[in-house]
T-cell receptor, first 114, second 113 residues
Framework: NAGVTQTPKFRILKIGQSMTLQCTQD?????MYWYRQDPGMGLKLIYY???????DKGEVPNGYNVSRSTTEDFPLRLELAAPSQTSVYFC?????????????FGQGTRLTVV | DQQVKQNSPSLSVQEGRISILNCDYT??????FLWYKKYPAEGPTFLIS?????DKNEDGRFTVFLNKSAKHLSLHIVPSQPGDSAVYFC????????????FGTGTRLKVLA
């Protein structure tokens, strides 16, 4: 039972480089989310999606882009990486039914921008 | 603007005693609340939740209390075990509209053997 899978687990980027963090879920969840966790700052919502083709900004969207072409995949794109984007990134998904409202998280991607 | 606040960054408790973790929220649109547990180098895992139509929900050693008028919730762990040592995040979400989960900053619980 894979759940939410994120790749890669670790990455070091140089300033100005770009990369895509991959996220896929096999639970047929409509809702998907990207969060970043900075030390002592909790989880901040970057972008979220309520279904294929529909995305919206969260609390900290600047410097990121997302797309949702399928129910399963929700990649997060970093263009022109900056040191401020050094963080741990978590992808999550949920089904949001009346009786089941929790989000399931992936293992995270630790990104360092140098 | 921190909509979900966990004012205690850390908490230490003796094994077998009660752990009480607190969370406050400001947005009246939130009507579903969740607690997540996070170990180092892992993703958060769901622990327990409560709907705003309830004031208490129990699951084994874990109980969540909700005080809507005070916009406050708490997680009680009884008895605390060393394996409970982790970071605990409180989250809140509306059940209609934006569907966003807003998280607090977390409380690091250490259960001392």
């Amino acid at each position: 039972n894979a759940g939410v899978t994120q790749t890669p687990k670790f990455r070091i980027l140089k300033i100005g480089q770009s990369m895509t963090l991959q996220c896929t879920q096999d639970m047929n969840h409509n809702y998907m989310y990207w969060y970043r966790q900075d030390p002592g700052m909790g989880l901040k919502l970057i972008y979220y999606s309520v279904g294929a083709g529909i995305t919206d900004k969260g609390e900290v969207p600047n410097g990121y882009n997302v797309s949702r072409s399928t129910t399963e995949d929700f990649p997060l794109r970093l263009e022109l990486a900056a040191p401020s984007q050094t963080s741990v990134y978590f992808c999550a998904s949920s089904t949001r039914t009346v009786w089941n409202t929790e989000a399931f998280f992936g293992q995270g991607t630790r990104l360092t921008v140098v | 603007d921190q909509q979900v606040k966990q004012n205690s960054p850390s908490l230490s408790v003796q094994e077998g005693r009660i752990s009480i973790l607190n969370c406050d929220y400001t947005n009246s649109m939130f009507d579903y609340f969740l607690w997540y547990k996070k170990y180092p180098a892992e993703g958060p895992t769901f622990l327990i939740s409560i709907s705003s139509i309830k004031d208490k929900n129990e699951d084994g050693r874990f109980t969540v209390f909700l005080n809507k008028s005070a916009k406050h919730l708490s997680l009680h762990i009884v008895p605390s075990q060393p394996g409970d040592s982790a970071v605990y995040f409180c989250a809140a979400t509306p059940t209609s509209g934006t569907y966003k989960y807003i998280f607090g900053t977390g409380t690091r619980l250490k259960v001392l053997a």
